[in-house]
T-cell receptor, first 111, second 117 residues
Framework: GESVGLHLPTLSVQEGDNSIINCAYS??????FIWYKQESGKGPQFIID?????DKRQGQRVTVLLNKTVKHLSLQIAATQPGDSAVYFC??????????FGKGMKLTVNP | GAVVSQHPSWVICKSGTSVKIECRSL??????MFWYRQFPKQSLMLMAT?????????EQGVEKDKFLINHASLTLSTLTVTSAHPEDSSFYIC?????????????FGPGTRLTVT
């Protein structure tokens, strides 16, 4: 099949700034959404999740916003640190309970 | 808690040979395990879903005779890449769902880097 996404979108921020990573999901029937962080050569690491009956959820330094009207998900990272540098993926859980991952965004934090 | 391991972490094999990758849930029982494949700079793509004691369900376009999945126990699933070719070189990641948890939670393994020469 066709290869897509050979160039990951990249977001570069300065240490201490806030970062916002956006994601568009595909299935309006999805009712659970998760953000994962993936460092090079490692498996995905859970960051935060949100159910479709909520529009905002906060964790430690992270906030997820869900806009079901436009099928949009965002991850906000406060006071970004060099250790936050990684690729971030959103994932939606279909009614079949399978996870579908978004294309991902590479976050680079400059000291 | 909720640790998933994979073995090996990386493997190099010759074209035409078969490779087995193990996925274990270390501190919980997993009724369902998932296998994903990830090519460089791309997202994770679900290959198959395996339920303990039953046949795996493969995603469209994934050859079940090439990617053999066995989920013989509640803590172990294996993926065997048969007659591997260079285009099978990829990062293979498994995840497991804790049978006690809410239905959506998946715990991911660290991945296995397969290189076929």
């Amino acid at each position: 099949g066709e290869s897509v996404g050979l160039h990951l979108p990249t977001l570069s921020v300065q240490e201490g700034d806030n970062s916002i990573i956006n994601c568009a999901y595909s299935n309006s029937a999805s009712d659970y959404f998760i953000w994962y962080k993936q460092e090079s050569g490692k498996g995905p690491q859970f960051i935060i999740d949100i159910r479709s009956n909520m529009d905002k959820r906060q964790g430690q330094r992270v906030t997820v916003l869900l806009n079901k009207t436009v099928k949009h998900l965002s991850l906000q990272i406060a006071a970004t640190q060099p250790g936050d540098s990684a690729v971030y993926f959103c994932a939606e859980s279909l009614p079949s309970e399978k996870l579908v991952f978004g294309k991902g965004m590479k976050l680079t934090v400059n000291p | 808690g909720a640790v998933v391991s994979q073995h090996p972490s990386w493997v190099i094999c010759k074209s035409g040979t078969s490779v087995k990758i193990e996925c274990r849930s270390l501190d919980f029982q997993a009724t369902t395990m998932f296998w994903y494949r990830q090519f460089p700079k791309q997202s994770l793509m679900l290959m198959a879903t395996s339920n303990e004691g039953s046949k795996a369900t493969y995603e469209q376009g994934v050859e079940k005779d090439k990617f053999l999945i066995n989920h013989a126990s509640l803590t172990l699933s294996t993926l065997t890449v048969t007659s591997a070719h260079p285009e099978d070189s990829s990062f293979y990641i498994c995840s497991a769902r804790d049978r006690r948890d809410r239905a959506y939670e998946q715990y991911f393994g660290p991945g296995t880097r397969l290189t076929v020469t």
